[in-house]
């Protein structure tokens, strides 16, 4: 029996080894190649400073705005029952689906100078197009699924039995959410938060169409890659490697503990 399992482990192993390698090889072969001395030029750029500040602080203000209507849609999506619920689901994972050039041109019809909400806000001095704005927009629309599917799933792994507990010692709906189903869900929805930051960092194509400029760090590398080669765009993209690592190092840590064994 045992050499039979070890058999098995063997060789799921080896075939999700090859997918680890995969995905690592890229990344190994990017930190190998590039030089210390560009990297260290590249961290010292001004241009990339720049660019690095306002993809990380586009990526947070869209996460801030997707986490006022997200986090309450996903206790809605986790708890009730109502007509159209599949529906809105699917629209929820659209922007997954959607390729992300497609979503930029789909937003620029909405936000751009003469889209539907664009011309109503031009006249406030508030535009879309090549600004802080559209790039959070287009960071909002492609990343959101991430905060709401995480969070509905944290919400629904909570014990609805707690919240009627709550009510029935007299706290509101509001107070039983805040008091008692967000605390024991917080992980999860602090995850969703995470990786739709995570992800909205990481944004190209919807951003490179309604917001070419100010240049987030995905739009200066291909700038610099179309520009002046492999060469010039290897060290900033090294850069925004090891930021996603350690993003992804720092959630594995804080909102994934290792579990003990029994």
Same mark, same amino acid.
């Given at each position: 029996?045992?050499?039979?399992? *070890?058999?098995?482990? /063997?060789?799921?192993?080896? +075939?999700?080894?090859?997918?680890?390698?995969?995905?690592?090889?890229? @990344?190994?072969? *990017?930190?190998?190649? *590039?030089?210390?001395?560009?990297?260290?030029?590249?961290?010292?750029?001004?241009?990339?400073?720049?660019?690095?500040? +306002?993809?990380?602080?586009?990526?947070?203000?869209?996460?801030?705005?997707?986490?006022?209507?997200?986090?309450? /849609?996903?206790?809605?999506?986790?708890?009730?029952?109502?007509?159209?619920?599949?529906?809105?689901?699917?629209?929820?994972?659209?922007?997954? &689906?959607?390729?992300?050039?497609?979503?930029? @041109?789909? /937003?620029?019809?909405?936000?751009?100078?003469?889209?539907?909400?664009?011309?109503?806000? $031009?006249?406030?001095?508030?535009?879309?197009?090549?600004?802080?704005?559209?790039?959070? &927009?287009?960071?909002?629309?492609?990343?959101?699924?991430?905060?709401?599917?995480?969070?509905?799933?944290?919400?629904?792994?909570?014990?609805?039995? +707690?919240?009627?507990? =709550?009510? *029935?010692?007299?706290?509101?709906?509001?107070?039983?959410?805040?008091?008692?189903?967000?605390?024991?869900?917080?992980?999860?929805?602090?995850?969703?938060?995470?990786?739709?930051?995570?992800?909205?960092?990481?944004?190209?194509? =919807?951003?490179?169409?309604?917001?070419?400029?100010?240049?987030?760090?995905?739009? +200066? &590398?291909?700038?610099?890659?179309?520009?002046?080669?492999?060469?010039?765009?290897?060290?900033? =993209?090294?850069?925004?490697?090891?930021?996603?690592? /350690?993003?992804?190092?720092?959630?594995?840590?804080?909102?994934?503990? $290792?579990?003990? $064994?029994?």
């Amino acid at each position: 029996m045992r050499s039979r399992y *070890t058999l098995f482990n /063997l060789t799921f192993g080896v +075939l999700g080894g090859m997918l680890i390698i995969f995905v690592i090889l890229p @990344i190994l072969s *990017t930190i190998s190649s *590039t030089s210390l001395s560009s990297f260290w030029l590249s961290f010292t750029d001004p241009e990339v400073l720049r660019s690095m500040t +306002l993809t990380f602080l586009a990526a947070a203000i869209a996460t801030l705005l997707a986490a006022i209507g997200g986090i309450p /849609l996903a206790y809605l999506l986790a708890r009730r029952k109502f007509t159209g619920k599949r529906l809105v689901e699917a629209l929820v994972d659209l922007p997954v &689906v959607i390729p992300h050039t497609a979503a930029g @041109i789909a /937003l620029l019809m909405v936000f751009g100078r003469r889209g539907l909400l664009g011309q109503w806000f $031009e006249p406030f001095g508030i535009t879309f197009t090549d600004s802080l704005g559209g790039i959070v &927009v287009a960071m909002l629309f492609v990343s959101l699924p991430f905060l709401v599917n995480m969070s509905r799933e944290a919400f629904a792994l909570v014990d609805e039995e +707690l919240e009627r507990v =709550a009510l *029935t010692d007299g706290a509101s709906p509001w107070q039983a959410f805040w008091w008692v189903t967000l605390p024991l869900a917080w992980r999860g929805v602090l995850g969703g938060a995470v990786m739709m930051w995570a992800r909205g960092i990481s944004e190209f194509g =919807a951003v490179v169409i309604l917001a070419y400029h100010p240049k987030i760090v995905p739009v +200066l &590398v291909y700038e610099r890659f179309t520009g002046f080669g492999l060469a010039a765009a290897q060290p900033v =993209a090294l850069l925004l490697i090891l930021a996603s690592l /350690l993003v992804f190092g720092l959630l594995r840590l804080a909102l994934l503990p $290792e579990r003990k $064994e029994s």
